[in-house]
């Protein structure tokens, strides 16, 4: 139980710090998948110790939302590889104060 | 049929609105038929009211609604119709008909032609408005209304910087009058307790003695807002500048209607003149004074659109002069005709102006008679009835009844009259100046294109009215049919000198000043077409110059204003220009400005930062919570 939800939280700092220092796009988009499985896992162990059906309904609806993000996210990796010839997602900064 | 009032202005304003709104985008034909068709709307109703006020002359208000209902002042948006207001309505509806008729062709290759449209309706609803209003704060709304269009088309081609700051000039001063006759409101109100006109003069009558201290205030106040809007002495330096604007303009804002707003006021007020003797004389001195300076100036002008202007301010000179003598209908007399001959002038003058290619100088035009007959003779007739020849033009009538009512007007009356007759000589050497000068003698420009049927008809029809519009007034020794002023006497009371005495003083005064007309056109003759050489070596002497110089320029009024006034203000506002209030709010400018800066920094555009942003957040509340 215990082991279960220390799991999710390295999980979940693992992506975090994927997400905050690589900069390779597909790596970062990952990072954001392994920081949901986290999130997945954490409510199946909570479902788990309460023997409740709503852990896993509640890991189901983050599947389709994860298969969902990661249409439109690597749709749009696509577009800016083609804008900037580059997966590097500090190039794409024009947006700049 | 009475009931109809309220509608006369509503149309004007509903084309304003349409055309405003639309700005431009609706077909040319559309246009012209709104823009014409609702002032055309408005002058027919004018006609059905009047008729119908003409068969029974019993005032008649129509209240539309409550306007205000404040602890005390409830102006209402109320229409007032006597013999008075609906005089000025007719002429001003039927001017403004004829005059959007001959605009409709004259601005028709111009690229505001909707825009113009929309303002010259406004000014003919804001003027009904001014004129019809039953009380002083919806008087003044129109009169604010008219100003405010006056300052519209002056600057209409306001791509040449010179016309907006001629536009201002003109806002600008009205401005200081307007201001004053505000404050005159607020003193009626304040002593009186109402700004309902026929209420408050019974009021004034009844609790104001004659020559007390605050009747006397607010008919100077009143009076300061009519000289500035009808340009008299000394606020009269912004009208030959208005004639920056379009020539149609000039004609109906700057001459035939708005500038004889203050005329209206003070005949709409004459009870608090009555009161106040020492400002009604205050308005035949005046009066009297402006007609003389303004034909001096007229004399020296070489831009034809200027010698009207300054022939304008004169003639308002004339409608104050029998204004301040107590011949309240000899000034409404006289403003009735100035609108037909002056509206004629100015219109005749703006064909000969365009079909020379906007050339204003009347020393390069010559020899048009035959090239522009119509525009010849229309200014012609224009001329007569303004140089008020005698017995064939309306002119003559007017200005001939207001220098008997002068004469008659006690100890002041013969001086007040001999101003008049030297007014006279000097209006009729200079406007035959100019018709020598533009029609005769060699050809100097050729002029290019056609007059169409909708400038002619305007000229022929105020070219008929010019002659004919004085025999409702005819005096004792020519038959008596004094109509007109028998109608004003319904809403105005009698003159000093009973119209209908008849007596053989009245008629040498009439043949004196006759003469001095035809001696003017004699003189006018003699320098500007004989040109004989001691003449032109007198007008070419040094001294002679310098005082063509002097009137040329106004009497120095503008050069005066701008030393004492203009340049001390704008070198005050630039030494006061880092006083601590401006450095208060620039400092607080500055502050932003820096913020902004340091603020934008953080906005580098990567989306990792941003990451960080939120991930750094989202512990510091977690944190919060758990530990809290």
Known sequence: ?97 | MLGLLALIPAFPLLGFAILFVTAGLLPKRWITTIGVGSVGIATLLALIVMATFLNSPVPYTEIVWTWIAVSGLTPHIGFYVDALSGLMMLVVAFVSFLIHLYSAEFMSADEGYSRYFAYMNLFVASMLMLVLADNLLFLYLGWEGVGLCSYLLIGFWYRDPANGLAARKAFIVTRVGDTAMAIGLFVLFTNLGTLDIQPLMQQAVAHWPVGSALPIAAAALLLGGALGKSAQLPLQTWLPDAMAGPTPVSALIHAATMVTAGVYLIARTHVLYDLAPPVHTAVAVIGALTLLLAGFSALNQSDLKRILAYSTISQIGYMFLALGVGAWSAAIFHFMTHAFFKALLFLSAGVVVQRLGEEHDIFKMGGLRQRLPLAFWSFLIGSISLAALPLIDAGFYSKDLILWEAWSDGALGPWLWAAGLIGALLTAIYIFRAVFVVFFGPLQLEPTGLTGWRIAIPLVVLSILALVAGFVEIPPYLGNVPAFSRLMQSALPAPPAPVSAGSSLELMLSAIAALIAILGVGIAYIAFRRRPAFLEAMVQSPASLALQYFWETDWGFDRLYDRTLVRPFLWFARIDQGDFIDRFYSGLASLSRAAYRQLSESETGRVRRYAAGVTAGSIVLIAILVFA
Do not use: P
Not at chain 1, 12 to 32: E, P, Y
Not at chain 1, 76 to 97: K, N, P
């Open chain 1, 1 to 97: 139980m215990q082991h279960a939800l220390l799991l999710a939280m390295v999980l979940f700092a693992l992506g975090t710090i994927g997400v905050l220092m690589r900069r390779n796009l597909i790596v970062m988009l990952m990072s954001v998948e392994i920081m949901l499985n986290a999130a997945g896992l954490a409510f199946i162990a909570a479902g788990s110790r309460w023997g409740q059906a709503d852990g896993q309904v509640m890991f189901i609806l983050i599947l389709a939302l994860a298969a969902a993000e990661v249409a439109v996210g690597l749709a749009l990796i696509l577009r800016l590889y083609q804008r900037l010839g580059t997966l590097d997602a500090d190039a794409a900064d024009q947006m700049r104060g």
